[in-house]
């Protein structure tokens, strides 16, 4: 297309350049003389050749100076936009600065008064000190199913555990009650019991009872039961394992650096067992996973579950204190399944 259209305009420059000369050889002299034709004509194809020279000359120089007017332009788009994208970027960089700062705050924050909480108990057992660490460990999803067992004492199998669960009472029947306010806030405390028992034994602890009441009615209501043997145990390490017990499960719950608990606390064994959400744990890493439990068995199926049997206990662990592990671990991990006899 281009090469076609030089090649017409050139024939058309040679065609009009030639005409006069073609008039003169058709008409003779009345046109002109050839001694003038041909010298305008020199001079204007002269005119015409220094022209393009000087259009030449012209549009380079005038390329050249548009090129660089168009780099330098890019140039300077280009550092403009690059020190605007530096300069925003810099000023996101530090918003999110601030962004992670105040949300790493809020979180020391957060953990503080968390730990606070837990912490009151060192200082004062009370209903209301006892009450606002259990709600913070069932906010958090720290105890499983809202509920935590505890022993007395070291924790060996021979001795009393309790569970601690957050409860409530009302004036009028709970059928007609329409909101929180007119609820009780209260703290059962039950008494686990390993085998039947004549009567259950539980404590509602409430905001007016002193914590050295709540122990000696439950001594009171386990004598009352026929486990006197339990009740002569029953004294204020029922409160500092709770304690032990709360942080374990509220640091495990948030992945502290020094946590050994996995899974949402249901029952401190004692200070080197739990039983979890997870299985039960060993601070050691030793025990057992949730799956490793047999699966429920309905009574009419499932055989291989029905003679399902403990693994033998881990190097180091009594067989005894094995097999209690176990029957604490399976009333949170596929109960129902009963061991061969």
Sequence with gaps: MRWGLIAGVTVLGLLVTAAPFALVWWQGDDFGEWEGLLSSTLTNVGTAILLVAVFWFLERRFTAHIRSEVRETARATAVKETRELAASQSSLSRRLDDIQERLNTRVSEER???DQVVHRLDDEISFQTVHAALSLAQELGAILHDELTVPVGNGTPNLPRF?????ASAA???HRVRSDDELTPLIEVAYVSPGPTTRPVAVHWGAETEADA????LRRDLTAAGLADQAAHVDV?????LRTALDEAIAGRRKDPDAWLKGALSE???AEWAVTGYGLEHRGHLGMRDQEFPVQWNGRSNAD?????PPAPPDGVDSELWTFLISRARRVHRPGVPFPK
């Design 112 to 114: 503080q008064m968390q």
């Design 163 to 167: 569970v601690f669960r957050l409860s």
């Design 172 to 174: 009028i029947p709970l």
């Design 214 to 217: 709540v122990l000696d009615e």
């Design 237 to 241: 390490s029922l409160f500092s394992n």
């Design 268 to 270: 401190w064994v004692n």
């Design 305 to 309: 579950s029905r003679m399902w049997k």
